[in-house]
């Protein structure tokens, strides 16, 4: 039953070198920066997108993800879900309008599987870049790299999916879209959706708590991702996989690495998701097919390079 989540909202993302950083996100990915706080954060956003910033790069001693937000509908589905929130068990911080630049209250908890996330329903925003919200253009000129249209989702490693299934299930509503199950009848990933995409954030069964496997971006077709190929041939990026497309959501994908070591993706098509579809299931057995449609085999730096 949907309580009130709408979407993906950001995700704050650590950097080990901020210029390096920003020029990767900007130049390559396409993303527009939009302001810096006092503590030297950046704020990026997609083009598409109407909130201020989705992305905020933190430079640290070491890389990963700090927590990924999740916007709701109004303030009082938020006051709502934080009730239900320590009901479920999971200890809450409040976090200050204005930490968040132009963004307010924000409610953080621990999933089980050691995720940082946060709820908020309140962000400034500026509107789509570059082309507004009245009589808009096609798409905005000016834009560079990649050309990213939104971020999209997280993919995360950790333990306890069972319980953090339950946790975004019964007190965020949001839907199980997909999942990998093993001999066992043991569910080893889980793609989760509070909306009709395919996911708005995944996890994969891991031993060791909140770890980070990436960040998604999301792109039209097909051939801008063989253009983001391009320009990571073009730019000496790190690349892990791809182009191919994935058995799991049926998306069209490439996979690389920021400077920092940070995994990104940019994606074209994939699946929709109503409330009344039942979840898609791959057996572990198929999970070559299911991650990589086209040649069937697992990357071993795929499974195993986590932040």
Same mark, same amino acid.
């Given at each position: 039953?949907?309580?009130?989540?709408?979407?993906?909202?950001?995700?704050?993302?650590?950097?080990?070198?901020?210029?390096?950083?920003?020029?990767?996100?900007?130049?390559?990915? =396409?993303?527009?920066?939009?302001?810096?706080?006092?503590?030297? !954060?950046?704020?990026?956003?997609?083009?598409?997108?109407?909130?201020?910033? #989705?992305?905020?790069?933190?430079?640290?001693?070491?890389?990963?993800?700090?927590?990924?937000?999740?916007?709701?509908?109004?303030?009082?589905?938020?006051?709502?879900? +934080?009730?239900?929130?320590?009901?479920?068990?999971?200890?809450?911080?409040?976090?200050?309008?204005?930490?968040?630049? %132009?963004?307010?209250? +924000?409610? +953080?908890?621990?999933?089980?599987?050691?995720?940082?996330?946060?709820?908020?329903?309140?962000?400034?925003?500026?509107?789509?870049? =570059?082309?507004?919200?009245?009589?808009?253009?096609?798409?905005?000129?000016?834009?560079?790299?990649?050309?990213?249209?939104?971020?999209?989702?997280?993919?995360?490693?950790?333990?306890?999916?069972?319980?953090?299934?339950?946790?975004?299930?019964?007190?965020?509503?949001?839907?199980?879209?997909?999942?990998?199950?093993?001999?066992?009848?043991? !569910?080893?990933?889980? @793609?989760?959706?509070?909306?009709?995409?395919?996911?708005?954030?995944?996890?994969?069964?891991?031993?060791?708590?909140?770890?980070?496997?990436?960040? #998604?971006?999301?792109?039209?077709?097909?051939?801008?991702?063989?253009?983001?190929?391009?320009?990571? $041939?073009?730019?000496?990026? #790190?690349?892990?996989?791809?182009?191919? !497309?994935?058995?799991?959501?049926?998306?069209?994908?490439?996979?690389?690495?920021?400077?920092?070591?940070? !995994?990104?993706?940019?994606?074209?098509?994939?699946?929709?998701?109503?409330?009344?579809?039942?979840?898609?299931?791959? %057996?572990? $057995?198929?999970?070559?097919?299911?991650?990589?449609?086209?040649?069937?085999?697992?990357?071993?730096? @795929?499974?195993?390079?986590?932040?």
């Amino acid at each position: 039953m949907k309580k009130g989540v709408m979407r993906p909202g950001h995700v704050q993302i650590r950097v080990l070198d901020m210029d390096e950083a920003v020029k990767h996100y900007v130049d390559l990915l =396409g993303l527009i920066e939009m302001d810096r706080d006092d503590q030297g !954060r950046v704020y990026l956003k997609a083009w598409t997108e109407v909130d201020k910033f #989705s992305v905020v790069l933190r430079e640290a001693d070491v890389a990963g993800m700090d927590f990924m937000g999740f916007k709701c509908l109004n303030e009082e589905v938020v006051d709502t879900l +934080r009730a239900e929130l320590i009901e479920f068990g999971c200890e809450v911080e409040d976090i200050p309008a204005g930490e968040l630049k %132009d963004c307010g209250h +924000r409610v +953080r908890f621990v999933a089980p599987t050691g995720h940082a996330f946060e709820l908020f329903a309140t962000k400034q925003q500026t509107g789509k870049w =570059g082309v507004g919200n009245r009589n808009p253009e096609a798409w905005p000129r000016g834009l560079q790299g990649m050309q990213a249209n939104r971020f999209d989702h997280c993919l995360l490693y950790g333990p306890n999916l069972d319980r953090t299934l339950e946790l975004f299930r019964d007190v965020l509503g949001f839907d199980l879209a997909e999942q990998v199950v093993a001999p066992d009848g043991k !569910r080893v990933a889980q @793609f989760l959706t509070a909306s009709m995409k395919a996911h708005d954030v995944a996890f994969i069964d891991h031993p060791e708590p909140g770890k980070f496997h990436h960040a #998604s971006f999301f792109l039209e077709t097909w051939n801008d991702v063989l253009k983001a190929a391009d320009l990571i $041939s073009m730019t000496n990026t #790190s690349i892990d996989i791809g182009p191919t !497309r994935h058995g799991l959501t049926h998306g069209q994908t490439i996979y690389f690495f920021d400077p920092s070591g940070n !995994r990104n993706e940019v994606f074209a098509g994939g699946d929709y998701h109503y409330p009344d579809h039942e979840p898609v299931t791959w %057996d572990a $057995s198929e999970l070559g097919k299911a991650i990589f449609y086209h040649d069937r085999q697992l990357n071993e730096r @795929f499974l195993t390079v986590l932040t």
